[in-house]
């Protein structure tokens, strides 16, 4: 998985301060069209400065939020404020917003610096000042040098920025992008994530992106808002999301993993033990969870926490018996599938830390597989 470059940077978590204002407020939004619910009662506080990622699959209702957001669908529901200002029925063209859609939506017949230029000369700003924000833009977004040439002599990634510097030269307090990166192949989609988060960081502009792709919102994302038909199942920053997903639907869709289905044996307040079908042994968790004994719940174990072995295990828990019915090298990692005895397959993934390993687990294999007792998650839906 990626991992965003701010966890680097300094901490930026006003979401936590009981005191911090949000910038944008969605309150009980709900929008349908008939007797389809495309939005149903979301409610959302977003931060000034983040960048905010809606995550779903397709018609789980996030760009129809963002469209409201944008003023170019009116709510059935609820409210839009924007830096605390009723927003729900304002136009969009009197939003203090701007919105670069997934096509980019460049003017083939201008120029790049006439593209960028459109907005303020709609405006009626000055020729002077045009020109300097202009030149502002398209340095910022490393365009300069391009300035005179039409948008068919320019890459996919800089017809994007052409786009992105439209949209940014206006000085909206808000971005909304929708599916900004899907044209891109995937090595430029993953160098402009980069460059977005860069840009974005200088103007101080909040974002809101709507994706599909879960790599792409946790590259990019302060926090991310995962949606699934029309409702927000869960919102936090990229580790809460992978690290402690709220339910099955969360952890299978943020990055891979292992579900195990099971009976709660042992509930204490600090630890939980599960039987389950799948495994040789139960599953110790070092924590408690909020579930009555003898409850089914499930535990998530990503790939990357599991360990492969051809000795059994000393421990009485958390582990498995199998055989490796397949491997994928993936350069940096390789990929296990191992079938347990029970039958159900178990995705491993080790880092190829030395380029030669004579002792390497290979094709059927007896092995067995094993894992701490804070790897686990447990969830009751």
């Given amino acids: 998985m990626a991992t965003s470059p701010r966890a680097t940077q300094q901490k930026f978590e006003p979401w936590t301060d009981p005191e911090a204002k949000p910038y944008v407020r969605i309150e009980k939004i709900t929008k349908k069209f008939g007797d389809f619910v495309a939005v149903d009662d979301v409610s959302l506080d977003i931060y000034k400065k983040e960048i905010f990622c809606l995550l779903g699959a397709s018609g789980c209702g996030k760009t129809t939020l963002l469209r409201m957001l944008a003023g170019f669908e009116r709510p059935t529901s609820g409210r839009i404020y924007i830096d605390g200002v009723d927003m729900t029925t304002i136009p969009p063209y009197e939003r203090p917003v701007n919105m670069m859609f997934q096509s980019y939506a460049v003017f083939p017949h201008m120029t790049v610096e006439q593209n960028v230029a459109f907005g303020l000369k709609q405006e009626g700003l000055a020729r002077a000042e045009i020109t300097r924000r202009v030149g502002d833009m398209l340095d910022l977004v490393k365009l300069g040098q391009f300035a005179k040439r039409k948008p068919h002599q320019l890459s996919g990634g800089q017809r994007q920025r052409v786009a992105l510097a439209r949209a940014l030269v206006k000085k909206p307090k808000l971005l909304l992008l929708d599916e900004p990166l899907a044209a891109l192949d995937k090595k430029l989609r993953e160098h402009t994530q980069f460059e977005l988060i860069n840009i974005q960081e200088t103007l101080g502009v909040t974002f809101i992106v709507v994706t599909h792709d879960q790599e792409e919102a946790m590259t990019l994302s302060t926090r991310v808002g995962l949606m699934n038909h029309g409702e927000i199942v869960q919102v936090g920053t990229p580790s809460e999301m992978y690290e402690y997903p709220n339910s099955r639907f969360v952890a299978e869709f943020i990055g891979q993993v292992n579900m195990f289905e099971g009976k709660l044996i042992e509930d204490e307040p600090s630890y939980v033990r599960i039987g389950s079908a799948d495994l ?89 597989v094993h894992w701490h007792a804070t790897s686990p998650v447990v969830v009751t839906k």
């Avoid at 990503?302 to 009485?316: G, H, L, M, N, V």
């Avoid at 599938?337 to 190829?352: A, H, M």
């Fill in 280 to 368: 040789d042994a139960p599953i110790y968790v070092d924590h408690g969870v909020s579930s009555a004994p003898g409850a089914t719940v499930w535990a998530a174990v990503r790939p990357e926490k599991i360990q492969i072995s051809r000795e059994k295990p000393d421990d009485a828990d958390n582990w498995g018996a199998g055989t490796v019915r397949d491997i994928a090298y993936m350069g940096d990692v390789s990929i296990y599938l191992i079938k347990l005895d029970s039958g159900k397959i178990v995705r491993v993934t080790q880092p190829n830390i030395f380029r030669h390993a004579d002792d390497r687990i290979t094709w059927d294999e007896r092995v067995y």
